[in-house]
């Protein structure tokens, strides 16, 4: 927000899986109503989280949002896939509905095997217990007859980009008294709240697999109590924060800027100048 107000003209594009569903706001950190009136934001509230919203989906709104640009977009990325999806204009395999419904009743560890067997270097690139890029890897390779790793070289190729990519880190304890914080201000924020009124609506697959909805869901649903879901959504972002810095740690166009105190002070003048040049 610093940068892009410090920047006429700039305009924020949040590349967020979670940020796509309308009501899901406190746990996926949305900017507030007063941020959205001072910056033009997109890709936010796009759709009911009944919705399985998948990368495509993502690429097809970003394009129709950076065409209604006339400014500076400024991306703001958590989703590391998302972002390569629409940074490197990943080629997009479509879709096979029946295929995937008959994967989805299969146990995860009896998909590895099939994945292995069917595309090797997909089964390389995927770890065993990812169940939802096992799935759709399968389902790519066994709807479109070609293994899901021929389309590109995906995520393992990082071309020359228009695009500067600047990264925030923190010190690994420091990040991980961020999170307490953060999850301690969410659940006095009304986060239960929040999920049980979604709960109601009804929530699509990936929409519940979403940091302390997921777990929330749980408690809502008398599988857990409210304190081990809480000390899970702590534990699950801590692992997920891992995860995060180690997709972008690959990318060697990565500009990264170790974070001691305050990020806005310390790495927002880059920010501007990179929305400058």
């Not at 519940?208 to 749980?218: D, P, S, T, V």
């Not at 002070?265 to 501007?272: F, Q």
Request: one cysteine or more.
């Amino acid at each position: 927000m610093a940068a892009a107000q410090a920047v006429d003209g700039t305009e924020i594009v949040a590349v967020d899986a979670m940020q796509v569903y309308r009501g899901m706001d406190i746990g996926t950190a949305k900017p507030s109503a007063a941020d959205r009136r001072a910056v033009t934001h997109h890709g936010i509230d796009l759709v009911e989280p009944a919705v399985d919203f998948t990368v495509a989906d993502y690429r097809e709104a970003y394009d129709v949002a950076l065409a209604s640009i006339t400014g500076r977009p400024l991306l703001v990325a958590g989703t590391g896939l998302y972002l390569n999806a629409v940074v490197d204009r990943l080629a997009m395999p479509g879709r096979w509905p029946a295929v995937r419904a008959e994967l989805e009743t299969v146990p995860t560890d009896a998909l590895w095997p099939r994945l292995t067997a069917a595309d090797p270097v997909a089964a390389s690139r995927i770890e065993p217990g990812n169940r939802r890029r096992i799935v759709r890897a399968l389902e790519v390779t066994l709807g479109a007859g070609r293994p899901f790793s021929s389309y590109g070289p995906g995520l393992q190729a990082y071309p020359p980009t228009a695009a500067t990519l600047l990264g925030l880190r923190w010190s690994r304890p420091v990040l991980t008294a961020r999170i307490e914080r953060r999850v301690d201000a969410m659940m006095a924020a009304g986060l239960l709240d929040e999920v049980a009124g979604l709960a109601t609506r009804g929530m699509s697959r990936t929409a519940r697999q979403a940091l302390g909805y997921k777990e929330l869901l749980a408690d809502v649903d008398g599988e857990v109590t409210l304190e081990e879901a809480a000390a899970s959504i702590v534990r699950r972002t801590r692992q997920f924060a891992v995860r995060q810095e180690r997709w972008f740690r690959r990318d060697p166009r990565v500009r990264w800027y170790d974070v001691e105190c305050d990020p806005v002070a310390e790495v927002a003048p880059a920010v501007v100048d990179a929305l400058h040049a």
